[in-house]
């Protein structure tokens, strides 16, 4: 078990600590969720990195007819499901492994804070929370990196003590930008899923499969 004092490393750092492309890609996420360093960029990793494993070993042992990784398959979609990673129903096994480690830096309480427009940036919403201005479920929680399940994320707000309660508090983000906010995070979606759906075009096109294989 181990001393308790001494807690095992939560997360596996680059097999490679000089790789360029690695690094600048790194750099932005840091930048983009506004974290305090990599760390926090591979603890996500580590997180999603054994839930693929996890989806990887149940497909084989479904394919084998193991009755117990049924069992365990619908656990660990129950499990992605309730912290927002999937949808609520109809998720597979497959989805698990289309899922990036933004997809997890999307669920920590610090994004959940800016995105409901409780902080003007991503970086207040990290001194906010540190700083014990936000409740999760009526109690105060002031770790940054706490992954707010789908029940939990409704009840994100101020601390009721919280000068922050004050709409006219010169640090509270306004309506207009909240709106702003929500807008530039739409683009950036629609972005995203744009270029991804372009590379699976490219990938499948260079593997020869064509739209009337029903693939693409």
């Known amino acids: 078990m181990g001393d308790p004092k001494f807690p095992r490393k939560a997360y596996d750092t ?3 600590p000089w790789q360029g492309e690695r690094i600048k890609a790194e750099v ?4 983009q969720f506004g974290l305090k360093n990599k760390t926090e960029v591979w603890k996500a990793q580590t997180i999603l990195r054994n839930f693929r494993k996890q989806s990887r070993e149940l497909q084989a042992r479904l394919r084998g007819g193991d009755a117990q990784a049924e069992i365990e398959a619908k656990a660990l979609l129950n499990k992605c499901a309730r912290i927002g990673l999937l949808q609520v129903t109809g998720g597979t096994l497959n989805d698990i492994l289309t899922l990036k480690d933004t997809d997890i830096l999307s669920r920590r ?3 959940v804070v800016f995105e409901k427009g409780l902080s ?3 970086k207040q ?3 906010m929370i540190t700083h014990g201005h936000i409740y999760l479920n009526g109690h105060k929680v002031t770790v940054p990196g706490y992954i707010v399940t789908r029940e939990e994320e409704g009840s994100v707000e101020y601390n009721t003590v919280s000068p922050f309660t004050d709409e006219m508090h010169p640090m509270r983000i306004s309506t207009e930008q909240a709106a702003a906010n929500a807008v ?3 683009n950036a979606e629609a972005k995203a899923n744009a270029e991804a759906a372009a590379k699976a075009k490219a990938d499948a096109e260079e ?4 739209a009337e294989d ?3």
Do not use: D
């Open 214 to 216: 029903g693939e693409i």
């Open 14 to 16: 680059p097999s490679h």
């Open 207 to 210: 593997a020869g499969i064509t």
């Open 28 to 31: 932005e996420i840091v930048r």
């Open 125 to 127: 919403a990290r001194q």
């Open 109 to 111: 309480l610090q994004t």
């Open 184 to 186: 530039v995070k739409a």
């Open 120 to 122: 003007s940036t991503v």
